[in-house]
């Protein structure tokens, strides 16, 4: 391809992506609010924490939160609109992202199987959602696209600065990280002829142990403590993640929306199929490919065993080599069918071509089916049906009933809640993390009593609140339904404020509770 058609589809699977986040408009998670509210207190003075004068890491993404601090003060300081911000950001990480994916189908010489990632990527829920959502998830997946990028062209340095850069913005990064030195010190300098040299390997560690050197200092740890805090507050079956992970695999272009939940079952063996007929197509063309092209997997293993509770901004990342891989198998399988001798040259060459608009276009048409025009809340734009933050809006319309009331309250008082991210970005106050991810003495209460589960992963620890005496109480009715809200200590102790009609999870309203004098 010429280089101005290059360029020119560069640009317009650049701009697809950000029209693609800018439309739907700003449907910030929870989550990302941890981060904001961390970012600002950097700018505000406050040192890296969520609560003034708690040194306690609870985001897993510090590089994402300081790039959010950074760009914060170049746009407002503590009064900077961050989730603007991270939409902006989000939408050129996203747009880079399909632009790389163009260029790695070019250098492995699959270009339709690039295209056609790059088209699936400008639209895809999981990218969209988590991008207007806020989250580092776009980021993420830039820099493990980069990094793949970078090595491909043999660009050591540049691989490990940001193999670096990806292990700040997401620790599970690691399930790439280990495979792919792995590699490069044993496999790569054979096959490529270029020795390992320090300056890539001073590219990797000096940031990461300048970082976690001073998480370690700064925090007494260099691991997030959120990484503890969901271990032990979520009770799942022991098969949960690995259920959750299958049915995601088997979906990658959302096909159970035209072809029904059945496709399931289906989709697992037959994505698996051309899956490995892609990566054994690739491994034999370009050797340095398989930690890449295995990292879906290892990806899968890993959480599978692991068995966290799965947020869905969890299933994103392995996506761009999932997807990459499918297309280049069945693009492989196309042109061996269509250009066998059965078939006369003319015939042939065009046949091909109609396979070729397969591959690039009808996962477009299967992806374009998980979006939903005229959304039933929130902004009235066309957006992911995935893309949902009515949890979001009820946790502000409680904020704001907080803030009006603690105004009355002469010290400032304490709000407990076990989705914080919203309520500690618009009220200010100390938050009491009943999770754990940011108040590291709820660890303490959990495991918790699997008769305080009321049909969700989570409850609140009654014991935790009558310890530490919040001023304020915010949970959703099914977090106390079997525990806190049945405790007679607790109606002696707390009167309901408010209650906010909803039945999100099956729970009967969002309660505001407030500690009696």
Do not use: C
Not at 160 to 166: D, P, Y
Not at 217 to 241: M, R, W
């Amino acid at each position: 391809m010429r280089k101005h058609k290059w360029l020119v589809l560069s640009l317009f699977v650049f701009t697809l992506a950000g029209l693609a986040r800018l439309i739907p408009g700003l449907r910030t998670i929870d989550d990302a609010f941890i981060t904001f509210r961390y970012a600002r207190n950097l700018l505000a003075g406050e040192g890296f924490a969520y609560n003034t004068g708690e040194s306690v890491l609870g985001t897993t993404t510090p590089l994402y939160t300081l790039i959010m601090a950074a760009l914060g003060s170049l746009t407002g300081g503590v009064k900077a609109p961050f989730p603007t911000i991270a939409l902006i950001f989000n939408s050129l990480a996203d747009g880079l992202t399909a632009v790389l994916l163009l260029r790695i189908g070019r250098q492995l010489q699959s270009f339709w199987a690039g295209l056609g990632t790059s088209l699936v990527w400008t639209i895809l829920p999981f990218s969209v959602t988590f991008a207007i959502g806020g989250l580092e998830t776009s980021l993420y997946v830039l820099l493990l696209v980069a990094t793949l990028a970078a090595y491909l062209e043999k660009r050591y340095t540049l691989t490990g600065i940001i193999a670096a850069a990806v292990l700040l913005t997401r620790p599970d990064a690691l399930i790439l990280i280990l495979p792919l030195g792995f590699d490069r010190l044993f496999f790569d300098p054979k096959r490529r002829g270029v020795a390992l040299h320090r300056h890539e390997l001073l590219g990797f560690f000096l940031p990461t142990i300048l970082w976690f050197g001073f998480a370690a200092f700064y925090f007494g740890t260099p691991l997030p403590h959120s990484i503890t805090a969901k271990q032990g507050a979520y009770l799942l079956e022991p098969i949960e993640a690995l259920i959750r992970l299958l049915q995601h695999y088997a979906t990658p272009f959302m096909g159970n929306l035209t072809f029904g939940n059945l496709w399931n079952g289906v989709g697992i063996l037959f994505y698996l199929f051309f899956s490995v007929i892609g990566i054994l197509y690739l491994i034999r063309k370009q050797g340095a490919t398989w930690p890449f092209l295995l990292f879906p997997w290892f990806y899968f293993a890993a959480f599978a065993i692991a068995n966290p509770l799965i947020f869905r901004w969890y299933l994103t990342p392995p996506l761009p080599f999932y997807i990459f891989a499918i297309l280049t198998g069945l693009n492989k399988i196309l042109r061996d069918v269509f250009q066998t001798e059965e078939y006369p040259p003319p015939k042939r060459k065009l046949l091909y071509r109609l396979s070729t608009l397969v591959i690039a276009f009808v996962p477009l048409l299967l992806v374009i089916r998980a979006w939903d025009w005229q959304p039933d809340h929130g902004l009235q734009r066309p957006a992911p049906n995935m893309a949902w933050y009515l949890l979001e809006l009820r946790y502000r319309e409680a904020a704001e009933i907080v803030s009006l009331d603690a105004a009355n309250i002469d010290n400032v008082p304490t709000l407990a809640a076990g989705d914080v991210g919203v309520l500690g970005f618009y009220t200010g106050l100390p938050i009491l993390d009943t999770v754990g991810l940011n108040s590291p003495q709820t660890l303490d209460y959990y495991p918790i009593n699997p008769g305080f589960i009321a049909g969700a992963a989570y409850a609140v620890a009654p014991e935790l609140i009558f310890d530490e005496q919040p001023e304020y109480i915010v949970i959703l009715e099914i977090y106390g339904r079997e525990g806190l809200l049945k405790d007679p200590r607790f109606d002696e102790q707390y009167s309901l404020l408010h209650k906010i009609e909803t039945n999100i999870y099956d729970s009967d309203g969002m309660l505001i509770y407030k500690r009696l004098p």
